[in-house]
């Protein structure tokens, strides 16, 4: 006897009128199908006259090998195709990406393989999976094209495709129409047909009625419940048909879209939108839609140089408990900390954003002398509003041990708070003092762990661990600044601009060779280490320097003498400082290299008009 398979994809339909001799069917209103083929036998994969669809935000694809599962991730976003970098990718991950492409899951994970040329950016880097999800994006991640990878860290993966001795009758592969899909139900939402339930936005106006009573803008769409459904907020269950929400008056304009949205999964966000729809997309449960707005975020970051919006974007990421979003805020605060403790907002910031700033590694400073007198300010400023307990517990989160011995010397006498605090101080210094006349392996494991925060170095831009490289020749004149410079602020022919960035006071090159000590302690103060640094424009001149360069431009940094000391690592690192101003990007330096997110392989995380960099290279030595 003949049996009928059912190939299916989900599929809404509005109004299913005609029948098959497969299946029996009357008038349907908003029902959910499956849209299904009929054979006798077999279940086929069909592709419509050979075309291939058109990629799709989020999709992904294996790339570069003969075999259908096996080859290099890509995934599609913003009308690209970019890569995935190996970094934290594990098979969790793998799992996502092999089920995304129908696959049984994941057999293994390629690294290092050639799989010819890449494609344009690395778009995806350090990416969290729970190993559950059903799409690779929605994944936890930084942010699209933020990395510091190249293509020779692409990730690939081998996918499992099952028994190859499974009865042709039993094989069944999908057939995938969901390409319209987006599209057919936005327009069943915008024509209204046949919609059921009814949401009544209202508005306060901020003006009084003739009885006194508040005045309301109202506005209502109609939507149908079954979609709604999806959604647990608007409770679009049996009997309920209606449904009112309470929005600002700004936001109210955007509510059509958002709801637009629950049917597509599609959307257009402007900088005008996006605090609105993100605020909706948090009340209502969207999570997805709520990260990947605030992604969009960091794109207007770097606009206010009073830091009013980013502290303001931070308060409002916390409360709707945006990680990503919060985390993008409070990046671009401690890449440009210097900036932000001169400006308007900095006396406002909070508790709980300050001992966020200083819990991270990734802040930049001229030196921990200098985080330490900014908090101090903070704290005086702050006056009796902060109790002792909380300004004690921001004092224990400086780094004392990272301080220059020689500005140890001086706290005693200069702190406004150390005779409030003499023992956080003392503890602190005495550890401080110890750090810099004991090699690190005698220092007790108990009271010294390696992995303690105190003994990890930020990122410090004063003499001797920074130089400034440009691709142009400027001078300092040329630049524009929110304020002047001051000429007192001098470090070895370099000046501090007011708003926080060095540049030079004479045409730079893209070489200079620099010394550092091999650590910021005492005891290697003469023992020195000397570097050549470079940045390199093309093919010949990575040649020249006898390296292989993927995409241009790229830093090099390079150590000049050995110098033998097994329990030192330099984690270096290359700033780029957008037309002398703020940090719009750091990148690791790997193997001597660090790429320059100035090319298609990545993404500025903070943009640059105009893409006019200062390159800062920055040298970090630590214990290990």
């Given at each position: 006897?003949e049996?009928?398979?059912?190939?299916?994809s989900?599929?809404?339909?509005?109004?299913l009128?005609?029948?098959?001799?497969?299946?029996?069917?009357?008038?349907?209103?908003i029902?959910?199908?499956f849209?299904?083929?009929?054979?006798?036998?077999?279940?086929?994969?069909?592709?419509?006259?050979?075309?291939n669809?058109?990629?799709?935000?989020?999709?992904?694809?294996?790339?570069?090998?003969?075999?259908v599962?096996?080859?290099?991730?890509?995934?599609?976003?913003?009308?690209?195709?970019?890569?995935?970098?190996?970094d934290?990718?594990?098979?969790?991950?793998a799992?996502?990406l092999?089920r995304?492409?129908?696959?049984l899951g994941?057999?293994?994970?390629?690294?290092?393989?050639?799989?010819?040329?890449?494609?344009?950016?690395?778009?995806?880097?350090?990416?969290?999976?729970?190993?559950?999800?059903?799409?690779?994006?929605?994944?936890?991640?930084k942010?699209?094209?933020?990395t510091d990878?190249?293509?020779?860290?692409?990730v690939g993966?081998v996918?499992?495709?099952g028994?190859?001795?499974?009865?042709?009758?039993?094989?069944?592969?999908?057939?995938?129409?969901?390409?319209g899909?987006?599209?057919f139900?936005?327009?069943?939402?915008?024509?209204?047909?046949?919609?059921?339930?009814?949401?009544?936005?209202q508005?306060?106006?901020?003006?009084?009625?003739?009885?006194g009573?508040?005045?309301?803008?109202?506005?209502?769409?109609?939507?149908?419940?079954?979609?709604?459904?999806?959604?647990?907020?608007?409770?679009?269950?049996?009997?309920?048909?209606?449904?009112?929400?309470?929005?600002s008056?700004p936001?109210?304009?955007?509510?059509?879209?958002?709801?637009?949205?629950?049917?597509?999964?599609?959307?257009?966000?402007?900088?005008?939108?996006?605090?609105?729809?993100?605020?909706?997309?948090?009340?209502?449960?969207?999570?997805?839609?709520?990260?990947?707005?605030?992604?969009?975020?960091?794109?207007?970051?770097?606009?206010?140089?009073?830091?009013?919006?980013?502290?303001?974007?931070?308060?409002?990421?916390?409360?709707?408990?945006?990680?990503?979003?919060?985390e993008n805020?409070?990046?671009y605060?401690?890449?440009?900390?210097?900036?932000?403790?001169?400006?308007?907002?900095?006396?406002?910031?909070?508790?709980?954003?300050?001992?966020?700033?200083?819990?991270?590694?990734?802040?930049?400073?001229?030196?921990?002398?200098?985080?330490?007198?900014?908090?101090e300010?903070?704290?005086?400023?702050?006056?009796?509003s902060i109790?002792?307990?909380?300004?004690?517990?921001?004092?224990?989160?400086i780094?004392?041990?990272?301080i220059?011995?020689e500005?140890?010397?001086?706290?005693?006498?200069?702190?406004?708070?150390?005779?409030?605090?003499k023992t956080?101080?003392?503890?602190?210094?005495l550890?401080?003092?110890?750090?810099?006349?004991?090699?690190?392996?005698?220092?007790?494991?108990?009271?010294?762990?390696?992995?303690?925060?105190?003994?990890?170095?930020?990122?410090?831009t004063?003499?001797?661990?920074?130089?400034?490289?440009?691709?142009?020749?400027?001078t300092?004149s040329?630049?524009?600044?929110?304020?002047?410079i001051?000429?007192?602020?001098?470090?070895n022919?370099?000046?501090?601009?007011?708003?926080?960035?060095e540049t030079?006071?004479?045409?730079?090159?893209r070489?200079?060779?620099?010394?550092?000590?091999?650590?910021?302690?005492?005891?290697?103060?003469?023992?020195?280490?000397?570097?050549?640094?470079?940045?390199?424009?093309?093919?010949?001149?990575?040649?020249?320097?006898?390296?292989?360069?993927?995409?241009?431009?790229?830093?090099?940094?390079?150590?000049?003498n050995?110098?033998?000391?097994?329990?030192?690592?330099?984690?270096n690192?290359?700033?780029l400082?957008?037309?002398?101003?703020y940090v719009?990007?750091?990148?690791?330096?790997?193997s001597?290299?660090?790429?320059?997110?100035?090319?298609?392989?990545?993404?500025?995380?903070y943009?640059?008009a105009?893409?006019?960099?200062?390159?800062?290279?920055?040298?970090?030595?630590?214990?290990v």
């Amino acid at each position: 006897m003949e049996h009928v398979s059912f190939v299916a994809s989900y599929f809404f339909v509005f109004v299913l009128e005609s029948c098959t001799s497969c299946w029996k069917c009357s008038r349907l209103e908003i029902v959910f199908v499956f849209s299904y083929f009929c054979t006798s036998g077999r279940a086929y994969k069909f592709d419509i006259l050979n075309r291939n669809h058109e990629p799709r935000e989020g999709d992904v694809r294996l790339f570069g090998s003969k075999n259908v599962s096996e080859g290099r991730v890509e995934i599609y976003h913003d009308g690209k195709w970019g890569t995935v970098c190996d970094d934290n990718w594990d098979m969790a991950d793998a799992q996502v990406l092999c089920r995304q492409l129908n696959f049984l899951g994941a057999k293994s994970i390629v690294t290092g393989k050639d799989y010819g040329q890449a494609p344009g950016p690395i778009w995806l880097d350090d990416i969290n999976c729970k190993g559950t999800e059903t799409h690779l994006f929605t994944c936890e991640f930084k942010g699209w094209g933020e990395t510091d990878c190249t293509h020779k860290e692409d990730v690939g993966v081998v996918c499992e495709t099952g028994s190859i001795n499974v009865d042709i009758n039993d094989s069944t592969q999908s057939l995938d129409h969901s390409i319209g899909l987006s599209d057919f139900l936005g327009q069943i939402f915008d024509d209204g047909n046949g919609c059921d339930f009814l949401i009544v936005v209202q508005s306060p106006t901020g003006n009084k009625q003739e009885d006194g009573t508040p005045e309301i803008s109202e506005k209502t769409i109609c939507a149908h419940k079954m979609i709604l459904s999806q959604i647990p907020f608007f409770n679009a269950s049996v009997g309920i048909t209606n449904i009112t929400v309470n929005l600002s008056l700004p936001c109210q304009p955007h509510f059509t879209s958002f709801i637009r949205y629950i049917y597509t999964r599609k959307i257009d966000v402007t900088l005008s939108s996006a605090l609105c729809l993100h605020q909706m997309a948090s009340d209502f449960g969207l999570k997805q839609l709520m990260e990947d707005i605030g992604r969009l975020f960091s794109k207007i970051l770097p606009e206010d140089s009073t830091f009013h919006n980013q502290v303001s974007f931070y308060k409002y990421a916390v409360e709707t408990k945006d990680l990503v979003l919060e985390e993008n805020c409070v990046q671009y605060m401690a890449w440009n900390y210097q900036n932000l403790t001169r400006s308007p907002a900095w006396s406002g910031l909070s508790v709980g954003l300050l001992r966020a700033l200083l819990t991270r590694s990734d802040l930049v400073a001229p030196d921990e002398y200098f985080v330490l007198q900014s908090v101090e300010r903070w704290i005086s400023e702050k006056g009796d509003s902060i109790d002792l307990e909380t300004q004690a517990d921001l004092l224990g989160r400086i780094r004392f041990p990272m301080i220059p011995a020689e500005k140890l010397y001086v706290i005693e006498s200069s702190s406004p708070l150390y005779s409030t605090h003499k023992t956080v101080y003392r503890d602190n210094m005495l550890k401080a003092f110890q750090f810099n006349v004991l090699l690190f392996s005698y220092l007790t494991k108990q009271k010294f762990g390696k992995e303690n925060n105190d003994y990890q170095p930020r990122i410090y831009t004063a003499e001797p661990w920074s130089i400034v490289l440009e691709l142009s020749i400027r001078t300092s004149s040329s630049q524009t600044h929110s304020r002047p410079i001051d000429k007192r602020q001098r470090y070895n022919n370099r000046y501090i601009h007011g708003y926080g960035y060095e540049t030079s006071s004479y045409s730079q090159t893209r070489s200079k060779s620099f010394s550092t000590p091999v650590h910021n302690s005492l005891i290697f103060k003469d023992t020195v280490k000397r570097w050549q640094a470079n940045i390199l424009m093309n093919r010949q001149e990575c040649s020249n320097h006898g390296v292989r360069c993927e995409s241009f431009p790229v830093a090099k940094l390079t150590p000049q003498n050995y110098i033998s000391q097994s329990e030192i690592l330099f984690r270096n690192r290359i700033l780029l400082v957008c037309q002398g101003q703020y940090v719009c990007q750091i990148q690791d330096f790997k193997s001597n290299m660090a790429s320059v997110s100035a090319n298609a392989t990545q993404v500025l995380p903070y943009p640059c008009a105009g893409d006019q960099f200062t390159y800062q290279i920055v040298v970090t030595p630590e214990y290990v």
